[in-house]
């Protein structure tokens, strides 16, 4: 018989995405097959402490005091993890210094895609189409009058390595300016200002290593000003989702050939959901992509897959052979010239 894969799945982070995490982490430890797949769950809690986890991942027992030793009692770990210090890189380094298979992508493409400022030069540098923005460090100083010129009427203001849409704020005149630029810099350091385009909001799922391929793309039809922590994850009302998208077949072909281009110049593994926005006109701009999409019951990574023809447990269980995949391969190169 052959023997079960142990998969530690990993949830929570130091990061205002906690609650969020362990959203997703409860589906995806829902949809592992149990004659596959032992599980354990391990909740990193808001202070960065290990801590073993109940299945309903509601409440944690003790420290995990041997991190390494844990992780090698494991195939491959399955971080499900949101924001910085989790989806940054940060994480991923760990796993890799322990030399554990782990699901999505490494240490370069989880911190480039982390970091909006970075993400959008090189996707600015590769002549991919994005909105134009801004990006001031808490050091520095912004003034309204320039903004206003060089983005235009509203704008958004966002931290640079955040997601969920946490310390967004949309942007119409000086006072709301000087706001959305305290509540940014409460989370990060550096935050971008970005022109708000006018157009739909178009999500596409990427799936693969070497060759990834992309989902059909979905529509996010908001009744809410914008996609804000609230309608993402406490309104159940304030977005419906269209899988897939009303769209010409030219156009999502454009958005899927886009998607995997911005998976590759990014230097993605294994899963990734890229936004766009789609104009009026017909024009496609890159918003951002998230190397650690959303896994809860309202997610559009897993449902854009699903009508592409995965279902969510195929989906965990391709998530988990890229992983392995991807650790083999790298198992094989050389570390030292003696070998």
Known sequence: MKRKLRIAVLFGGKSAEH??????????????????????????????????????????????????????TFDVVFPVLHGPFGEDGTVQGLLKLADVPFVGAGVLGSAVGMDKDVMKRLLRDAGIPIARFAVVHSHEKIRFADAKKKLGLPMF????????????????NEK??????????????????????DGRE??????????????????????????SYEAKYLDPE?????????????????????????FKTLCCEGMARVD??????????????????????????????????MPYPKLIDTLIRLAIERHEKEKRLKTS???
């Open 202 to 227: 178009i999500e596409c799922s990427v799936l693969g290593n070497e060759r990834p391929v992309a989902s059909v793309p979905g529509e996010l039809v908001l009744n809410s000003e914008f996609y």
């Open 337 to 339: 010239r003696a070998e």
């Open 19 to 72: 609650e969020v995490s362990i959203l997703s982490a409860r589906n995806v430890v829902r949809a592992l097959d149990r004659r596959k797949y032992d599980i354990g769950t391990v909740c990193i809690d808001t202070k960065g402490v290990w801590k073993y986890a109940k299945e309903s991942l509601l409440e944690t027992g003790r420290r995990v005091e041997d991190i390494f030793g844990f992780l090698h």
């Open 157 to 172: 203001v966002k931290p640079a390595n955040l997601g969920s849409s946490v310390g967004v704020s949309k942007v119409r």
């Open 238 to 262: 304030a977005m419906i989702p269209q899988i897939p998208a009303h769209l010409p077949k030219k156009r999502v072909k454009e958005i899927q050939r886009m998607a995997v281009l911005v």
């Open 176 to 197: 709301e300016f000087n706001a959305a630029l305290r509540h940014a810099f409460e989370y990060d350091t550096k935050i971008l200002v970005e022109e708000f385009v």
């Open 276 to 309: 766009f926005f789609v104009t009026k006109l017909g024009k496609v701009l890159v918003n951002e992509i998230n190397t650690i999409p959303g896994f809860t019951s309202i997610s559009m990574y897993p449902k854009m897959w699903e009508e592409w023809g």
